[in-house]
């Protein structure tokens, strides 16, 4: 009996909400979290591009199916979202963009002008055509390390290098535990970005045969102007719970920079770097037998 609903493209959405210790579930039409004690907190999630899952949270059927009705990704990640799980699909993939980004991948010529578009971005400079892979990596690697020197110096604080024990998390510094909270952040935005726009986290460029890879490789052209120097400044102020501070620290980061409007249109840009043409369907190719509803034909919500 309730109106169709209509999604809102993920550039117009906010960009993440980390929640714990309750159930999400679908009440009255409305889509809340339920504390232990009944309480329930409204969440606008046609709204949120998406919801990072700590410890503690359950999930309903009917939460998870308006979730993928409206686009929003569901992220399961470990205490203080250092770790991230598993992440639930926002929606059908868009078949056109995944074989197109997979067609650029298998082509070595084409990825490595791709590679080289990544780190022109980064760099803001334009890196010779001789260069292969591995040697713009060497690059990377020396200019990284002195941005987090410069970033580090800017905010006033002590840097010995990027470091942290993915087991043993007390183990690290205040300042690598604000990174690694600051970077979950960003690959939590990142991931609802490339899932709506229809491509494959796993299919990288730079970074390779990991579930995430291409979510690392777009996140990178984005960390150094907006994550670290967030993460930094909030290790500068030694706060009781960095984890937490970084959180909304980097929200409100995402906002002002008005990330995910510039994520999906740096993806095309991108992979056109590659100058490959996107793949027709093939003539005998089969429709499915229960086709989706026309949707949006926005990139950034998933028809």
Same mark, same amino acid.
């Given at each position: 009996?309730?109106?169709?609903?209509?999604?809102?493209?993920?550039?117009? =959405?906010?960009?993440?909400? !980390?929640?714990?210790?309750?159930?999400?579930?679908?009440?009255?039409?409305?889509?809340?979290?339920?504390?232990?004690?009944?309480?329930?907190?409204?969440?606008?999630?046609?709204?949120?591009?998406?919801?990072?899952?700590? #410890?503690?949270?359950?999930?309903?059927?009917?939460?998870?199916?308006?979730?993928?009705? %409206?686009?929003?990704?569901?992220?399961?990640?470990?205490?203080?979202?250092?770790?991230?799980?598993?992440?639930?699909?926002?929606?059908?993939?868009?078949?056109?963009?995944?074989?197109?980004?997979?067609?650029?991948?298998?082509?070595?010529?084409?990825?490595?002008?791709?590679?080289?578009?990544?780190?022109?971005?980064? !760099?803001?400079?334009?890196?010779?055509?001789?260069?292969?892979?591995?040697?713009?990596?060497?690059?990377?690697?020396?200019?990284?390390?002195?941005?987090?020197?410069?970033?580090?110096?800017?905010?006033?604080?002590?840097?010995?290098? =990027?470091?942290?024990?993915?087991?043993?998390?007390?183990?690290?510094?205040?300042?690598?535990?604000?990174?690694?909270?600051?970077?979950?952040?960003?690959?939590?935005?990142?991931?609802?970005?490339?899932?709506?726009?229809?491509?494959?986290?796993?299919?990288?460029?730079?970074?390779?045969?990991?579930?995430?890879?291409?979510?690392?490789?777009?996140?990178?052209?984005?960390? !150094? &102007?907006? %994550? %670290?120097?967030?993460?930094?400044?909030?290790?500068?102020?030694?706060?009781?719970?960095? &984890?937490?501070?970084?959180?909304?620290?980097?929200?409100?980061? !995402?906002?002002?920079?008005?990330?995910?409007?510039?994520?999906?249109?740096?993806?095309?840009?991108?992979?056109?770097?590659?100058?490959?043409?996107?793949? &027709?369907?093939?003539?005998?190719?089969? #429709?499915?037998?229960?086709? $989706?509803?026309?949707?949006? $034909?926005?990139?950034?919500?998933?028809?």
């Amino acid at each position: 009996m309730l109106p169709k609903l209509k999604p809102i493209t993920i550039k117009e =959405r906010f960009s993440l909400l !980390f929640l714990e210790k309750g159930e999400l579930d679908v009440i009255d039409g409305a889509f809340v979290l339920v504390d232990k004690n009944g309480v329930r907190t409204q969440i606008p999630v046609g709204g949120i591009a998406c919801l990072m899952l700590e #410890p503690g949270s359950r999930v309903s059927h009917a939460a998870a199916v308006l979730a993928a009705q %409206v686009g929003c990704l569901l992220i399961w990640v470990g205490e203080a979202g250092v770790r991230l799980y598993s992440a639930g699909q926002p929606g059908g993939a868009r078949a056109d963009r995944l074989l197109y980004q997979a067609q650029l991948a298998l082509n070595d010529e084409a990825r490595r002008k791709v590679v080289r578009k990544m780190y022109e971005m980064r !760099f803001n400079e334009k890196l010779s055509e001789s260069y292969s892979v591995e040697q713009m990596r060497g690059i990377e690697g020396s200019r990284v390390k002195k941005l987090y020197e410069v970033l580090a110096k800017r905010a006033g604080i002590k840097w010995n290098g =990027r470091y942290y024990d993915y087991a043993d998390w007390d183990t690290g510094d205040l300042q690598n535990k604000c990174l690694s909270s600051a970077t979950s952040c960003l690959y939590g935005v990142t991931e609802a970005a490339v899932l709506a726009a229809g491509y494959s986290p796993a299919i990288g460029f730079i970074h390779t045969g990991k579930p995430r890879s291409f979510i690392y490789d777009i996140a990178d052209l984005f960390k !150094f &102007e907006t %994550v %670290v120097p967030v993460a930094f400044q909030v290790a500068s102020k030694a706060p009781s719970n960095p &984890e937490r501070a970084v959180r909304l620290a980097c929200r409100d980061a !995402f906002r002002e920079t008005r990330l995910l409007k510039k994520i999906i249109p740096t993806i095309e840009e991108v992979l056109a770097a590659g100058a490959l043409p996107i793949p &027709e369907k093939p003539p005998e190719s089969i #429709p499915p037998a229960i086709p $989706n509803e026309r949707g949006l $034909n926005d990139v950034g919500h998933r028809p």
